[in-house]
DNA sequence: TAGGCCATCTGGTCCT
DNA sequence: AGGACCAGATGGCCTA
């Protein structure tokens, strides 16, 4: 059942990893694409700093295919230097080894923008994505490394994983903000992803769970400090916490909430110290005092979410409880449910796990 | 301004 | 020989 999921998430880690053999195709017509516009600029921003090196790749010895060469290195058999030989540097060889870096460069621009589409790939297939916020290229590949590895052990064991464990597992190694989205994705995931959905499909039930599930991110007393902001990414840079139109693979629509919904919100998760496991971990009196809940939830007015839950806005949550207050969708507005292609693999999850 | 992330260039190395 | 791969250097962009 499982061996899907793999078949779906495997490839694109294999492809990111063995890309280089995929140069045909799509990759190919992008090469087109880049090396168009690309050659002309960088070209010239090549040629422009070509200009202190180019005696070194010379000297470095290509070029050996050049008939003066032969000569010229009998010539300096009685230097007194060893090592390379200096080629005398005709415009014709200068020429030939200008365009040889120029073909080099473009075919590494190549390589590399190859290298940047396998990586979009593998962020479509990991649990959070966002058009709007990517993650880092390093959080990527830590990302999918711990999905893997989680989706491995449910292999494994064959049955349903802790959920905080589960968490913990996704998010280890993480940047805090990459944690923080992740273990927020999968706090609004879980809904769908980890509890038992009566018939109707509007209620929700955590049995044997300490970990209750909310479609309200939850932000930890330390991730108020600056450096836990998702902001300290470029790519994780939003009003809303840093969740912007992420995609989480098998999230219920915000709409979809249930009315009474509220019930259920309890002590988050926290994950590598960024959130806590349970109430008796995290919610302490005091703790509970110092819970910052982001409304990233528009299943609810924010005014009415506000009114019901009594929440409020954390650092990041100051941002966002301003658009909150002006009864802007909050930060789900733009997050799309996930891609249709990958709903598959996560209700065999769900199967799975509720079974 | 510092720090993070990124794209690009570049030279070296390895492989076919 | 030429291409792929790699790592270092550099500079740009952005945010705190």
């Known amino acids: 059942?499982?061996?899907?999921?793999?078949?779906?998430?495997?490839?694109?880690?294999?492809?990111?990893?063995?890309?280089?053999?995929?140069?045909?195709?799509?990759?190919?017509?992008?090469?087109?694409?880049?090396?168009?516009?690309?050659?002309?600029?960088?070209?010239?921003?090549?040629?422009?700093?070509?200009?202190?090196?180019?005696?070194?790749?010379?000297?470095?010895?290509?070029?050996?295919?050049?008939?003066?060469?032969?000569?010229?290195?009998?010539?300096?058999?009685?230097?007194?230097?060893?090592?390379?030989?200096?080629?005398?540097?005709?415009?014709a060889r200068i020429e030939r080894s200008k365009v040889r870096r120029q073909k080099a460069n473009a075919r590494e621009r190549t390589r590399m923008h190859d290298l940047n589409s396998a990586l979009d790939n593998l962020r479509k297939v990991v649990p959070c994505y966002s058009k709007t916020q990517k993650l880092s290229k390093i959080e990527t590949l830590r990302l999918a490394k711990n999905y893997i590895w989680a989706l491995g052990e449910i292999l494994r064991n064959g049955k349903r994983p802790d959920v905080v464990s589960y968490v913990q597992t996704l998010c280890k190694g993480l940047s805090q903000p990459t944690t923080n989205l992740v273990a927020g994705c999968l706090q609004l995931n879980s809904r769908n992803f980890l509890t038992e959905q009566c018939p109707d499909g509007a209620r929700f039930h955590v049995p044997n769970s300490s970990f209750s599930v909310h479609p309200y991110s939850y932000q930890c007393p330390r991730l108020s400090s600056p450096q836990c902001q998702p902001g300290s990414s470029r790519h994780m840079r939003?009003?809303?916490?840093?969740?912007?139109?992420?995609?989480?693979?098998?999230?219920?629509?915000p709409e979809y909430d249930s009315p009474d919904y509220g019930g259920h919100h309890s002590s988050p998760?926290?994950?590598?110290?960024?959130?806590?496991?349970?109430?008796?971990?995290?919610?302490?009196?005091?703790?509970?005092?110092?819970?910052?809940?982001?409304?990233?939830?528009?299943?609810?007015?924010?005014?009415?979410?506000?009114?019901?839950?009594?929440?409020?806005?954390?650092?990041?949550?100051?941002?966002?409880?301003?658009?909150?207050?002006?009864?802007?969708?909050?930060?789900?507005?733009?997050?799309?449910?996930?891609?249709?292609?990958?709903?598959?693999?996560?209700?065999?999850?769900?199967?799975?796990?509720?079974?």
């Not at 000569?71 to 030989?85: R, W």
């Open 1 to 91: 059942m499982l061996t899907r999921l793999f078949s779906e998430v495997l490839p694109d880690v294999q492809k990111l990893s063995g890309w280089v053999e995929n140069s045909e195709g799509e990759d190919s017509k992008t090469k087109e694409e880049d090396m168009g516009p690309l050659q002309d600029d960088d070209l010239d921003d090549g040629d422009a700093r070509e200009g202190g090196s180019r005696d070194q790749s010379e000297m470095a010895g290509d070029d050996v295919d050049d008939e003066d060469c032969g000569d010229e290195n009998e010539g300096e058999d009685t230097a007194e230097k060893p090592g390379p030989k200096k080629r005398k540097m005709t415009p």
């Open 269 to 355: 998760v926290c994950v590598n110290g960024n959130f806590s496991v349970s109430q008796q971990e995290c919610g302490s009196p005091d703790t509970d005092m110092n819970y910052h809940y982001a409304m990233h939830y528009s299943g609810l007015s924010a005014s009415r979410a506000t009114a019901v839950h009594g929440l409020a806005f954390g650092t990041s949550g100051a941002r966002s409880g301003s658009a909150h207050s002006e009864n802007v969708p909050p930060p789900f507005h733009d997050m799309h449910l996930l891609h249709h292609d990958r709903t598959p693999v996560y209700e065999e999850l769900n199967v799975l796990y509720h079974n």
């Open 238 to 253: 939003t009003h809303n916490y840093g969740y912007g139109d992420a995609v989480y693979p098998g999230a219920i629509s």
